[in-house]
T-cell receptor
Framework: DQQVKQNSPSLSVQEGRISILNCDYT??????FLWYKKYPAEGPTFLIS?????DKNEDGRFTVFLNKSAKHLSLHIVPSQPGDSAVYFC??????????FGTGTSLTVIP | ETGVTQSPTHLIKTRGQQVTLRCSSQ?????VSWYQQALGQGPQFIFQ???????GRGNFPPRFSGLQFPNYSSELNVNALELDDSALYLC?????????????FGPGTRLTVT
């Protein structure tokens, strides 16, 4: 039972444009959400997080939006850079112990 | 500051065998979580250890067991290996009594079961 879903396996964006990565979840008990970036042969790297008391969190070029009623979150990267090319995972947790991950979206930023 | 390290990098085992994977947590971190990432999937939570005690467990059978040592390093043991256990095993360390908002992952151990 996949409680966190990333329905787009891949995304290609021109350098300088906006990248929007989407994530849906089914468990209404989730109250903490994270995005990780993963390069080949490396472990995931924490990118940005948001708790359910907020609907937006911003860190530099990265912004995460949370729509609790739709059980949907998205990661916006503006402007996109070639170094952003990686696999992005969203994750969610209800207890800060067990984190549920999506299947990932492979982002390619074209120079 | 030393990051999360895992050993070995790659491992090949035969079905029915037992395997031990190791993880050294980031300096100062007292919590270690283990994940299994099958090909094309996201990481799946196996269990978490906080101060040498299991602090949460995902939907994995008892043949997946773990240990955390006083220096907060950790082991993942898998008995009676099955073909479906072939995956990348990731450990993540964090600081917190109830998990943590930020987990720092190691590069993983690639296990192949034949």
């Amino acid at each position: 039972d996949q409680q966190v879903k990333q329905n787009s396996p891949s995304l290609s964006v021109q350098e300088g444009r906006i990248s929007i990565l989407n994530c849906d979840y089914t468990n209404s008990m989730f109250d903490y959400f994270l995005w990780y970036k993963k390069y080949p042969a490396e472990g995931p790297t924490f990118l940005i997080s948001i708790s359910s008391i907020k609907d937006k969190n911003e860190d530099g070029r990265f912004t995460v939006f949370l729509n609790k009623s739709a059980k949907h979150l998205s990661l916006h990267i503006v402007p996109s850079q070639p170094g952003d090319s990686a696999v992005y995972f969203c994750a969610a947790s209800a207890d800060l112990r067990q984190f549920y991950f999506g299947t990932g979206t492979s982002l390619t930023v074209i120079p | 500051e030393t990051g999360v390290t895992q050993s070995p990098t790659h491992l090949i085992k035969t079905r029915g065998q037992q395997v031990t994977l190791r993880c050294s947590s980031q300096s100062g971190h007292n919590t270690v979580s283990w994940y299994q990432q099958a090909l094309g999937q996201g990481p799946q939570f196996i269990f978490q250890y906080y101060r040498e005690e299991e602090n949460g467990r995902g939907n994995f059978p008892p043949r997946f067991s773990g240990l955390q040592f006083p220096n907060y390093s950790s082991e993942l043991n898998v008995n009676a290996l099955e073909l479906d256990d072939s995956a990348l095993y990731l450990c993540a360390s964090s600081l917190g009594a109830q998990g943590a908002r930020e987990q720092y992952f190691g590069p993983g151990t690639r296990l192949t079961v034949t």
